[in-house]
């Protein structure tokens, strides 16, 4: 770094010196200067070796050597920014939090074992899009320890030293990502059934049991950002994943092909005027973040000032026009930049509940979770609003709107076993007679299943729509949420009776409660 520092301003020296406050001097010298510069963590010392003559009405001084200190962090925050990535190499941080999301989400299939006699298949296509939605807000979760931005949960937490800055970790879907599974063909990703031979397809009433275990080879690029005051440092990281294991980027950047740069040419005057709505009254809103995605480009268009925003945008027809603030739900729409026009974007506030999750036992009694157990939640919204809970308690942001919610309660005290087993399956087959068909026989057939290892297990589950109206978050402060406790599965019988209640309510199932303590 010092030795770039130094090179970068025996090129810009000369500029320097041709600036309008030093037109009244008179400066000979500076010919192939030596430059030296020391980087400590609150000041930069920039020493210049050159003999310069200075002259100013007459009188002249010759100067052999100058000096200057600034006032910087920037040593500060590159011993930060080196600490992060010596403390990510030690214990592969980033890249394991990567194969979580692999483990916890279910639209990201790693392995597992279905009941269902229809074979399940997969998208690459789709579980690309999925990965990168997922990675997003993750990464934006991840902060170091210290930083004034730290965040409550441990699990975020990389043990990097901020020294009381702030420290962003961002990847965004619009990036490039790289994505190989195997074993999958022609994009498809299919689950093996054990239940293969003729005979056995022969029995329409056959207990099914598909088995799937893929492997991922991922690389993805994310940005790692540490600012303190008006000073910022951040500079770009690589994570790999290689055969579903955690890889230091020894293989180079990813090469993107260059394509037309549509951003560079924005020529329509657009008008966009933002609000936000309270108690049913639409006020102006500032400073919130405007871009404009057309193709595969986004465009970043600027911060509004006040509530009316105008700028130049790219010429595009049905381009995707959105305006995003902090503690906001993001507003988008579809608008056409051929010519000179007004729009108008309404940012729907966050409202933040504190939430707790309660488990409903077989008989209907009500519990709090156990220290072994660990909820799942996963909210959707028809207007596209989506968050992500892995505690028992804490915080949400939500906003009104109709929500596809799904609840997965999680044992992970221990790694459990599901021994060896033989499934013996009885049918009505016809009987076949001296005279032709005459009746019907039981014919049984034997299966074995191997043996299983699990980390954790679901033992309780809920999936269902529900809506949260402005009325419920105006007058609460808290939400409930519950699931269905279906114990612990002993059997491959047990899981199949588990799975089979996911997607099915439970007379016992209540929606969630909000509350005003």
């Known amino acids: 770094m010092e030795i770039s520092l130094s090179s970068y301003i025996k090129s810009n020296l000369d500029e320097c010196l041709n600036n309008e406050s030093l037109q009244v001097y008179e400066i000979y010298g500076l010919i192939n200067p030596e430059i030296e510069v020391e980087i400590e963590e609150q000041k930069t010392f920039v020493k210049v ?29 590159y011993s930060i920014a080196t600490e992060t990535i010596t403390k990510n190499d030690e214990d592969n941080f980033l890249e394991q939090k990567t194969i979580d ?56 937490i990389l043990e990097a030293d901020a ?19 195997y074993p999958s063909e022609n994009g498809i990703l299919t689950a093996d059934n054990i239940y293969t031979t003729d005979i056995l397809k022969a029995v329409a009433n056959l207990f099914c049991f598909n088995n799937y275990h893929f492997v991922y080879d991922v690389k993805y ?44 040419n924005k020529v329509t005057p657009i008008t966009v005027n933002t609000y936000t709505e309270q108690l049913g009254i639409l006020t102006p809103l500032t400073n919130v973040d405007i871009s404009y995605s057309c193709v ?55 409202q933040s509940k504190e939430y707790e999750v309660k488990v409903i036992n077989s008989n209907g009694n009500i519990r709090s979770t156990t220290s072994d157990e660990l ?75 191997p043996e299983i290892e699990l980390d954790s297990v679901i033992v309780g589950s809920a999936q269902f729509d529900f809506d949260i109206t402005s009325t419920t978050l105006d007058n609460s402060n808290k939400v409930i949420f519950y699931v269905n406790y279906y114990g612990l599965p002993e059997s491959y019988e047990d899981i199949a009776r588990i799975y089979e209640k996911i997607d099915v309510l439970d007379e016992n199932f209540i929606y969630p409660t909000f509350e005003n303590e």
């Open 49 to 77: 070796l050159s003999p310069i003559e200075i002259s100013y009405q007459e009188v002249t001084a010759i100067v052999s050597e100058s000096y200057s200190i600034v006032d910087s962090n920037f040593g500060k925050l």
């Open 221 to 264: 690029p994310i940005l790692i950002k540490i600012s303190e005051n008006d000073e910022v440092f951040q500079f770009a990281y690589q994570i790999i994943i290689d055969n579903n294991q955690p890889k230091q980027n020894e293989l180079g950047d990813l090469e993107l092909e260059k394509t037309v740069d549509i951003c560079e």
């Open 101 to 156: 999301m692999f483990v916890l989400y279910d639209e990201l299939p790693l392995n597992g074992i279905n009941f269902d006699c229809t074979i399940p298949t997969w998208s690459k296509t789709e579980v690309e899009s999925n990965l990168k939605e997922i990675i997003e807000p993750n990464m934006q979760s991840i902060t170091l320890r210290n930083s004034l931005n730290e965040n409550p949960k441990k699990y975020y």
């Open 163 to 181: 020294k009381n800055t702030v420290t962003d970790i961002m990847y965004s879907r619009e990036w490039p990502l790289y994505l190989e599974v």
């Open 296 to 350: 595969s480009q986004k465009c970043h268009l600027g911060k509004s000032e006040s509530a009316t925003f105008t700028t130049e945008f790219p010429q595009c027809i049905n381009g995707l026009l959105v305006g995003e603030q902090a503690n906001y739900f993001k507003s988008q729409t579809l608008i056409s930049t051929n010519q000179e026009s007004q729009v108008v974007l309404i940012l729907e506030p966050l």
């Open 375 to 449: 909820a799942l939640i996963t909210l959707e919204s028809d207007l596209g609003y989506s968050t992500q809970l892995f505690s028992n308690t804490g915080e949400i942001k939500l906003i009104p709107d109709n929500y596809d919610i799904s609840i997965y309660l999680m044992n992970n005290d221990t790694s459990y076993t599901i021994e060896e087993q033989t499934v013996t399956n009885c049918v009505e087959v016809p009987r076949q007679g001296l005279l032709g068909l005459f009746g019907t026989q039981e014919k049984c057939i034997e299966s074995e299943i």
